[in-house]
């Protein structure tokens, strides 16, 4: 049964840094896998982040671009998020994602959830001003 567990989130102020991780088991190895980050918050649909894809080729929301950082340690099972200069909208659930191995993920649809088959339970990011 493949399991994904996030962690990392917290609270901080505006402008500061987070760096949240996600490990993934019941892989033979997430090599074969696109994974994304999404977040949500009440009363809103969850919306991608950013995204690695398979052949590792990335891709990262408008809002977070050159600010978030996402990478994928395949020898650790882990994918990662580096978060620098946060901002109050950027407060929400963070979720991690895999497909599955081999699934091939058009670079359009690495943002939308239905890309995906696996989810992590999610960790809470607050940014406060």
């Known amino acids: 049964q493949v399991q994904l567990v996030e962690s990392g989130g917290d609270s901080v102020q505006a402008g500061g840094s987070l760096r949240l991780s996600c490990v993934a088991s019941?892989?033979?190895?997430?090599?074969?896998?696109?994974m994304g980050w999404f977040r949500q918050v009440p009363g809103k649909e969850r919306e991608g982040v950013a995204a690695?894809?398979?052949?590792?080729?990335?891709v990262y929301a408008d809002s977070v671009k050159g600010r978030f950082t996402i990478s994928k340690d395949n020898a650790k099972n882990t994918l990662s998020l580096q978060m620098n200069s946060l901002n109050p909208d950027d407060t929400g659930m963070y979720y991690c994602?895999?497909?599955?191995?081999?699934?091939?993920?058009?670079?359009?649809?690495?943002?939308?959830?239905?890309?995906?088959?696996?989810w992590g339970q999610g960790t809470q990011v607050t940014v406060s001003s």
């Open positions: 994602a895999a497909s599955l191995a081999g699934r091939v993920v058009p670079y359009l649809n690495l943002l939308r959830s239905p890309s995906y088959n696996y």
């Open positions: 019941g892989y033979l190895g997430i090599t074969g896998s696109s």
């Open positions: 690695i894809r398979n052949d590792g080729r990335i």
